[in-house]
């Protein structure tokens, strides 16, 4: 059971690190979406520390 949570957990971790180009691109552009992409990223990220502890 430990063992797919830790999975589950990494594969969180990645979709966080895929709103970096969103995160970038929103900086390039200043369309005002910057704060949304970075709390989605956050909550990807912080499930994470909660799931493989």
Same mark, same amino acid.
């Given at each position: /059971? %430990?063992? *797919?949570?830790? *999975?589950?957990?990494?594969? #969180?971790? !990645? %979709?966080? *690190?895929?709103?970096?180009l969103?995160? =970038?691109?929103? #900086?390039?552009?200043?369309?005002? /979406?910057? =704060?949304?992409? =970075?709390?989605?990223?956050?909550? %990807?990220?912080?499930?994470?520390?909660g !799931? *493989?502890?």
């Amino acid at each position: /059971m %430990f063992a *797919v949570l830790n *999975v589950l957990g990494s594969m #969180l971790m !990645l %979709f966080s *690190v895929t709103y970096l180009l969103p995160i =970038v691109t929103s #900086l390039i552009y200043r369309d005002g /979406m910057l =704060v949304d992409f =970075v709390y989605a990223a956050l909550a %990807f990220g912080g499930r994470r520390r909660g !799931l *493989v502890g």
